[in-house]
């Protein structure tokens, strides 16, 4: 199969479904002649044109607005947030109305529209291009919320949000943009959400994460199992809908779950993990469900030892789950 990047199995993803249904349109800050901050549209324009390809003012409750107003007269939108930290003033119509629609019309609409942004740290983007977003949309009934780690499901996943026939947040860590290689298939595949990947099997203790942190996860495990500590390592690939069946198979035969995650650790994604964990599979459990999370400050710092500080590695993974495992 191609090897591709994760920018560009997101761009083909964008490609080939815009190719196949011309409803779909792509809206967004520099989207067009551009190709976006990022270039994840890079071509799309050229291709597509003004209509299909639409450069948007810097108004992210527009952005969101518009979309909502497209699904409802038959459009398919693809709605790009240029940074995932500037989401906030799209949250009462992606939170209040998108969200909402399915339910406040006894399921007799839909809003089948998709917000992709880019999220996560590491990259030297300081304050306001960093940030972890994901357990805001998380916690709303209404939304799925889909974190790619490879570019295999990037793909896949994109395709499947694309073709949902309700809100999807999906969210891209600009790290892995051109940093994260692998096959991707040319063929019209879909990969479906609430199912999880476990990417490495092993008895001693289970290793959930999503997005960056699936390959410091993979990484660390690597490195504890020339010590002899063999960890399981699950990639959620959604945290909403959530596999809490794949979660819960692998604690309850290993004993013990670390959860990794980028986000601040008060009132993060993991919580929602370790509180599965704890009531589902207690009686299975070795050791205290836990979590390694990023530190609770607003987001990464601009210098680059407290970036360094803030972020976690996978040294800092391989650390816990040695903890864990000594227990």
């Known amino acids: ?16 479904e815009m190719r196949r249904d011309e409803r779909i349109i792509v809206l967004g800050e520099d989207v067009g002649r551009k190709g976006g901050v990022f270039f994840a549209t890079d071509g799309l324009w050229a291709e597509f044109g003004d ?31 240029q940074f995932a930290d500037f989401i906030f003033p799209a949250l009462n119509q992606i939170i209040q109305e998108a969200a909402r629609v399915r339910y406040r019309s006894n399921g007799t ?4 529209i998709t917000i992709r942004a880019p999220y996560g740290g590491g990259v030297h983007g300081a304050l306001y291009h960093s940030q972890s977003v994901e357990a805001f949309f998380a916690h709303v009934p209404g939304l799925k919320v889909v974190v790619p780690a490879t570019p295999y499901d990037a793909k896949g996943l994109l395709r499947t949000a694309i073709r949902d026939p309700d809100p999807v947040i999906f969210l891209e860590h600009k790290k892995m943009y051109r940093s994260v290689r692998g096959e991707v298939p040319d063929l019209d595949y879909a990969v479906p959400f609430g199912r999880a990947a476990i990417p490495r099997t092993g008895g001693r203790l289970t290793v959930v994460a999503y997005g960056l942190m699936v390959h410091y996860a993979l990484e660390a495990a690597a490195r504890v199992a020339e010590e002899g500590i ?19 198979a692998s604690v309850r035969r290993t004993g013990k779950c670390l959860v990794v995650h980028e986000d601040n650790r008060f009132g993060g994604f993991g919580a929602e993990v370790a509180a599965l964990v704890a009531e589902e599979a207690f009686d299975y459990l070795d050791g205290p469900v836990t979590r390694l999370a990023g530190p609770d400050s607003p987001a990464s710092p601009n210098a680059l030892p407290l970036e360094d500080a803030f972020m976690l590695s996978p040294a800092k993974v391989a650390a816990a789950i040695r903890t864990l495992a000594a227990y």
């Open 51 to 81: 209509d299909r390809v639409i450069d948007t003012p810097l108004t992210e409750s527009m952005i969101a607005g518009v979309s909502i107003g497209a699904a409802a007269n038959g459009l398919l939108p693809v709605a790009e947030i």
């Open 230 to 248: 063999e960890a399981e390592v699950i990639d959620l690939r959604t945290i909403r809908p959530l596999d809490g069946e794949t979660i819960l």
């Open 109 to 112: 609409f839909g809003c089948p």
């Open 1 to 16: 199969m191609p090897v591709r990047t994760f920018i560009e199995a997101i761009r083909e993803g964008l490609r080939d």
